[in-house]
Each structure stands twice: as C-alpha cells, then as structure tokens.
C-alpha cells in the first residue's frame, strides 16, 4: 500500500442515446472543427442543420497510425478556420489526428496557437471504437523514421462522450480487436511498474467487462451467419438521437448460445469496460505488450487492434514468470486458470485474428521488430532478452501459444 495516484480530468457522458446532447454541449464554441469518417456523413449533417454550417466544419480524411502527412494536411484548415474545439468522432485514428491538431504538430500551429493570441482547441470526443485513446493525454504521429508518442495536457478530451448505440454499425472484425485493444490496456494495467491499488482494481473490474461481451460474440464463419454488426430494426432513429427502445431477447453477455450481432446490451457492456481500460491507459504506464504493438504498426503497417489481439497472449506469457504471485492471482481470477490461453481462445472463439502471418507481415520482419523493440529501455515486469523477444514474436507470427 505504497503507491502514487494521480488522475487527470476528464468529463464523461455514458448512456444509450447520450450524442443527442451534442449540440448542448457544443453550444458555447463559436467554431467547430469535426473530424469523422465518411460514415457519419449524416451526423455532420446534422450538426449542421442544428447549429449551422458555419460553426460545424467537416474534416473526413482520416488514416489509420496518424501519418505526419495527414496531420500537416489538417493543419493548413486548422489555421484557415480557426477552430476553438475540435470534435472527433470515431476510433483511434480520429482522436489522434484531433490531438495531434490541438498539440500543434503542423508547420505554423504552434506559431497560430501561441503568437497570434489563439488557443488550443478544446478536443471533444465521441468514440466509436473501443481504443481508450478518447481518455488520455497521449499522442502518437507516424513518420518514416516509424511511430513518435509522447505526453501532453494539451491532448487530453474536454469531454468524451459514450453512446453504445453508436457501436452498432461497427464491422464484427473490428468490434473484436478494438475490444481486445482495450483488454491489452487492462491486463497491463494489472501489472504496470508504476501501477497503484485504485488503477489495478479497475483494471479488474474491467477484464471481466470485455469477457463477457466478447464471449457471446460468434463471427461470420466462425459460427454465426451475419456479415457485419448491425443494430436491431426497431433501435433505428434520427442520426444524432438514437432511441433506447431497442432492446431485444437475445441472452445477455456471456450466457445462452452464441450470437453474430452487437447488441445494444452487448455494446454497452464492452464500451464500459474500454472505458476502465482508457483510464488505466491515462493513470499508469504501458509496457512490452503495447510497445510491440506501437512498433508493428509505425514500423511495419500493422493495423493497432490486429497487433494488440494477436500479441497479448504471448506478451503475457513472456512477462508471466516474472510477476508477483499476488498478480497472478488477480488475473487468474478473472481469466481462469492459465490466462494467456484463456485470451488467446477469447478472440478465437469471436473469430478474431490469432496470427502474424495472417495480416501480411514477414518472418524476415521479426528480427528487425525486435531491434526497434529494444533501441528505447522502458520499464518491464520482464526483462528485455532479445533471444526470448524473438521467440515470443516467432510464436506470435505462427499463432502457437507455448510455455516460456
């Protein structure tokens, strides 16, 4: 019971239906600057209608590991529009372009922020994914030279806003990975060398969230029969108010018999714990698991979510003899008796991804993967054995689990 604490502010709406309180909390910006995917071109649309296009800028160009490019490209409306919030709705790669934005990492932002008497923009979020970046103050820009992160207060969410309804239309394949991207934060939230009793309690408050709304989960030939998650016929509404009446009989999370749908029930239940997994991120420090993850996407293309759902079963495997008895007492305990197996079936069983191979990188990769793995020392439960990190990535590559 030694330990710091310390959690940064952010204010949090969670609740079916909650984004139709977005022009209210929207009202006292003068300029809005909405960065969000062609897919929810209706709800720009909205906005506009409600509060006026000229105060709802609509910013569509969004990219997966926030290429440098991309940010400067933003930046050049940034400086035309003088935005005094930024909104960001959709997963990781919305929210991060936003934060890149509100640090000023476009040529001339920081000289428009700080020498012509204009703010940073506040960043709204509405996540739409289960990533857990909406909840804290890291940044990451890809380049060339791979994937830069770092920490400001610059990027941290004013606001973020939680509506399950709004996961409904996510594809099964990503419901599934973005929800073990957030099950990656948690478990190395349990174990963070900086970690503390209130962080590590709700990390495992949290894991049991995402078991239990991926347990019910059974994707297109996997079992189940439909080609993406939709919402049910009766939950459709207005795009900025969907209804809370649609409710439907299938079991809840983690009982009866599979099902190929993201229910509203189901939804809410992952949201919630990605939402424990966001504040782990923010209030402890992340290690192998996320650095691995970090560097096979800026290095190599590896798509985030794919990264963290074939990689945690075998991070924890590599860090498993080297933690504390009392640690892995907590994990056995919401993931059963041999817990990286029990994460690696978990997404199995939801038709997640649970090889390397599969995604389209090389075994000739792997050597160089754990080059850059190695060229920054952080803190690890584990130690850092370039023989053993090139197994572990071996057997990632191969989908085949193995007692270290």
Not at 242 to 271: D, F, M, Q, R
Request: charged share 20%; aromatic share 4%.
């Amino acid at each position: 019971m030694d330990f710091t604490f310390h959690s940064k502010p952010v204010r949090v709406l969670f609740g079916r239906g909650e984004i139709g309180s977005l022009p209210r909390q929207l009202a006292s910006f003068n300029r809005i600057l909405v960065i969000a995917g062609p897919r929810f071109e209706q709800q720009i649309r909205q906005l506009q209608s409600l509060m006026g296009s000229d105060r709802i800028i609509p910013f569509t160009q969004v990219v997966p590991h926030v290429p440098q490019e991309l940010v400067d490209v933003a930046g050049e409306v940034v400086r035309e529009v003088r935005p005094d919030a930024i909104l960001a709705m959709g997963g990781g790669s919305a929210i991060g372009l936003a934060k890149a934005l509100a640090l000023g990492a476009a040529p001339g932002l920081k000289e428009c922020y700080f020498g012509e008497g204009m703010d940073a923009p506040a960043i709204i979020a509405v996540p739409t994914t289960f990533s857990g970046s909406e909840q804290t103050d890291i940044w990451g820009i890809t380049t060339s030279d791979g994937k830069t992160t770092g920490k400001s207060p610059l990027v941290l969410p004013e606001l973020v806003i939680y509506d399950p309804d709004l996961l409904l239309s996510l594809p099964a394949e990503r419901a599934v990975t973005s929800a073990m991207n957030a099950m990656a934060h948690l478990v190395e939230a349990v174990y963070a060398p900086d970690g503390n009793p209130v962080t590590r309690y709700q990390a495992l408050q949290g894991i049991p969230a995402i078991v239990a709304g991926l347990e019910p989960l059974v994707l297109p030939g996997n079992g189940g029969g439909a080609s993406a998650l939709t919402p049910d016929k009766e939950g459709k509404t207005s795009a900025l108010t969907p209804g809370k009446e649609g409710k439907t009989s299938v079991p809840a999370p983690g009982k009866g018999a599979g099902i190929s749908v993201l229910t509203p029930e189901i939804a809410e239940t992952l949201l919630f714990g990605a939402f424990l997994g966001g504040k782990c991120l923010r209030e402890v420090s992340m290690s192998l698991h996320h650095k691995t993850a970090h560097v096979l996407g800026g290095s190599f293309g590896c798509d985030h979510a794919v990264a963290h759902t074939v990689l945690l079963p075998h991070v924890l495997q590599y860090q498993w003899p080297h933690l504390g008895a009392d640690i892995r007492r907590d994990l056995e305990n919401v993931l059963g008796a041999h817990p990286p197996k029990t994460l690696q079936t978990l997404a199995e069983q939801a038709g997640g991804p649970s090889d390397l191979k599969s995604t389209g990188m090389k075994a000739a990769d792997l050597v160089e993967a754990v080059d850059h793995i190695l060229t920054q020392p952080y803190p690890n439960p584990a130690p850092l054995d370039q023989d053993r990190l090139l197994r572990m990535l071996e057997q990632a590559w191969r989908g085949l689990l193995q007692k270290d």
